[in-house]
């Protein structure tokens, strides 16, 4: 990812983080001439104490130069995560920590972590790499969101199915939560990999074949572990409520866990058991 890149892709970010803040949250009156939601570019700056043409520079993508206590300074006034700290921090700061790319183009989940995810019966659980690429799921992943059989290696991506996939759109009751979820731990591997040029290829492509992939982007959060509860419409079982658990795998290659949980208090877990026996 080039410096303007880089540039580009903090300005959308900023932006849509103060778009989410309410002034009474931060202490401002509301006012009267509010056009969009959140703080105003001035605002911001004052609550992080530089000026405000500064800030303004910087929310543009302008090429100035950024200091790691302004930056932190702007983070705590945005109110930003931990997560998304980092992506502002590695996007602004080209001198900031390298992380290097791991050696495996192709990465393998071991037998015991492949043994872990397919006792699982009824958590569905995905194995993806830091690109969102597919490396492994249990049967009941299977059951639930798709046959990952029957799609070729080279387009089980994960951002690409649930943008292209019908089955997909269907099966989320809220399929733009459902969405951001994934997108949330793509955006954090995207501020870390910063000069992987695969990911900014991704992003064009994925603008060029859906239209509403850009609006739900730039909305989207950054997580390396996001949490949420998803309600599914399943075709077979119906309604199934699920809690959604990231976990890191260590090792050579970076990857992840995605656990789909049954909600307690809820009838999910027999459900998965029916579908499963079904098999």
Known sequence: MNRQTRLQALSAFLKQARSRISPASVGLPEGIR????????????????????????????????????????????????????????????????????????????????????????????????????????????????????????????????????????????????????????????????????WYEQFLQEMREEHPDFQRIWEKSDVSFAPEMLLEFRHAKAGKMLFHLTSLQVHGSADLRCSIYTPAPDTNTEEKMKSLMMER
């Open 34 to 197: 509010r056009r969009t939601p959140g703080l105003r570019r001035e605002e911001v700056a004052q609550l992080a104490g530089v000026s405000s043409t500064w800030y303004t520079w910087l929310e543009q993508g302008r090429d100035i130069k950024v200091s790691a206590f302004v930056l932190e300074c702007i983070a705590t006034a945005l109110q930003l995560t931990e997560d998304e700290r980092k992506y502002v921090f590695s996007l602004a700061l080209e001198s900031g920590p390298v992380v290097r790319l791991p050696k495996e183009d192709n990465p393998q989940i071991s037998p015991s972590l492949r043994r872990i995810i397919q006792d699982l019966k009824c958590c569905p659980a995905i194995i993806s790499d830091r690109r969102s690429h597919i490396v492994g799921w249990n049967e009941a992943a299977a059951h639930v969101f798709i046959d990952f059989d029957q799609i070729p290696p080279e387009q089980r991506n994960l951002i690409r199915l649930v943008f292209s996939r019908r089955e997909l759109r269907r099966l989320a009751v809220n399929w733009e939560q459902f969405t951001n979820g994934f997108l949330a731990m793509f955006r954090a591997y995207y501020g870390q990999y910063v000069d992987d040029e």
